[in-house]
């Protein structure tokens, strides 16, 4: 079942489905840097993403 009130646009990762829905148990969201603080949403991104390649 998909997370509620989750929307993903990444549409090659294996969680993903039609709709921008996750259909991951859970999401796990990190800073890309790895200092744990972000200034801008795109300094962000879930490291639960598997691709399906
Ligand atoms: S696990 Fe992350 S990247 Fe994959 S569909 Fe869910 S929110 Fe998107």
Redesign the pocket.
């Known amino acids: 079942m998909a997370?509620s009130n989750?929307k993903?646009?990444?549409s090659n990762?294996?969680?993903?489905e039609s709709g921008q829905?996750?259909?991951?148990s859970a999401?796990e969201v990190h800073t890309d840097n790895g200092s744990g603080q972000a200034n801008q949403s795109r300094e962000t991104n879930?490291k639960?993403?598997?691709t399906t390649r």
Do not use: K, S
Request: proline share 0%; glycine share 6%.
């Open positions: 997370l989750v993903c646009g990444v990762c294996r969680y993903w829905r996750c259909n991951a999401i879930c639960t993403f598997e």
